[in-house]
């Protein structure tokens, strides 16, 4: 069982430890304020990943030195029969999940004292200090880190969830190109692709989609969903599909007219190669943060070339020009979680510069690892505007040429990547040369 190689993983982190225990506390069912109004029940991704159980109220220990681990299950009476379903017995869950021993959860105390673990390792204060106030040591910050080590190094089974998710990922974007047309909404746009994710059987969203259209592409997070789409202008889609909690993530910016006009053509190729170029150099060895300045340089490489810019790119570098075009991260690690964990080893800081500060990974990839790619090219007007009127930015603007598109939007292109242990897998295969989307979104006009 999957989760089995994951506690292994997990327990190798601790080899020094001489009888400790790991707490950790599954998720609970959500509502809205105050109202009876439930979410959809969706496991907290670290007990996921150690216990493989997806079901609210869950608890689990597990003894460092043997590896033994205890699942603690909710009691359910009646009432929650009646309301939720059946009710489940430990031998039920015990032969679901296999734990090494069962419980229920109002006996995790006793089971706790028989150790008299010298250490109790979990995630958060709160836990800590009712451990603490029953006399027992504690550590908060250690396993955050343990775990994050292990989720960020894919197993194969877990990279085989990641390609079933884009799998899906890619059939709901390449349904969007097809479908796109003037006057649509938004949300009509969203429809068609929560159509095909659902009609495959994947329930949950991995994190909100962005369903956005003329300026609303220049939003990074835009969330209205309700806005006409207009021939001559970009519609960008961030959206994917999740599969046993593993996700995909894919943004693909096309033209709502179906073809690109000059300048968009242009503009298009600019990220592109960003983003290509980027790719190629997913490989072990390097670095995020130097595959995040590769892009930036060539996307000011790219604005020089079309007349936005003007001046020495490499003095354009050093004073952070990129920033106000390219104002994200190149990319994150990917899993569980969209922005999955891992991405800042321990003792690694954010760099503060402009751009790179919103980097959510700096580590040197290893086979494994599971990340996205996204450069980005917008156009903002809260970026731009001051920068006009700044000596030291408007020197390298053509404020001329940049003006007439200060509310056309922006455009970003993401796949996600698999690290190898000689360069790297694509998950993604939704058409992003130019000539393939044109064709693809004629296809069915």
Not at 369 to 375: C, R, S
Request: with cysteine; aromatic share 12%; charged share 25%.
């Amino acid at each position: 069982m999957h989760s089995q190689q994951h506690r292994e993983k997990l327990k190798n982190c601790f080899q020094e430890e001489s009888n400790a225990l790991i707490y950790l506390e599954g998720g609970s069912v959500l509502h809205r304020y105050e109202t009876d109004y439930e979410y959809p029940f969706r496991q907290e991704s670290n007990f996921w990943y150690v216990t493989g159980v997806d079901e609210p109220d869950f608890e689990m220990l597990m003894h460092v030195p043997s590896g033994t681990w205890h699942l603690f299950i909710p009691r359910r009476d009646a009432q929650y029969a009646v309301w939720n379903g059946y009710v489940f017995d430990k031998d039920d869950y015990n032969a679901k999940y296999k734990p090494d021993q069962i419980h229920y959860v109002d006996e995790l105390d006793d089971v706790v004292e028989k150790y008299q673990p010298e250490r109790i390792y979990c995630l958060d204060e709160e836990t800590a200090e009712e451990f603490g106030d029953a006399g027992y040591n504690t550590d908060d910050n250690f396993l955050k880190d343990a775990l994050a080590y292990c989720r960020c190094i894919k197993t194969d089974w877990e990279c085989n969830q990641l390609r079933k998710a884009a799998d899906v990922a890619n059939a709901a974007h390449r349904r969007l190109m097809q479908c796109v047309r003037h006057g649509m909404k938004e949300y009509e746009m969203k429809a068609e692709f929560d159509y095909v994710r659902l009609s495959r059987g994947m329930i949950h969203e991995p994190y909100n989609g962005i369903y956005a259209s003329g300026p609303g592409s220049a939003i990074l997070h835009y969330v209205n969903c309700d806005r006409q789409l207009k021939n001559g202008e970009w519609f960008l889609v961030d959206a994917g599909a999740e599969h046993n909690g593993y996700a995909a993530d894919i943004t693909r910016t096309f033209p709502v007219s179906g073809t690109f006009t000059d300048f968009q053509k242009d503009l298009y190729d600019v990220v592109l190669k960003a983003q290509n170029e980027a790719i190629e150099e997913v490989k072990p060895g390097n670095r995020m943060e130097d595959l995040h300045l590769g892009a930036a340089r060539n996307i000011l490489e790219g604005l020089k070339e079309m007349g936005l810019l003007t001046g020495n790119v490499e003095e354009m570098m050093e004073k952070n020009i990129f920033a106000l075009f390219f104002p994200h991260g190149l990319g994150h690690f990917l899993g569980l979680d969209t922005h999955d964990v891992g991405g800042y080893p321990k003792g690694v800081e954010k760099i503060d510069r402009p751009g790179l500060k919103f980097l959510r990974a700096r580590r040197t990839f290893e086979p494994g690892m599971v990340l996205t790619i996204e450069p980005g090219l917008y156009f903002i007007p809260a970026l731009l505007k001051p920068a006009f009127e700044d000596e030291t930015k408007s020197a390298y603007l053509n404020a001329d040429k940049i003006e007439p598109h200060l509310h056309s939007g922006g455009i970003r292109i993401e796949d996600n990547v698999i690290v190898t242990s000689n360069g790297n897998e694509n998950l993604t295969n939704v058409p992003k040369e130019r000539s393939e989307i044109e064709a693809l979104i004629a296809s069915n006009h």
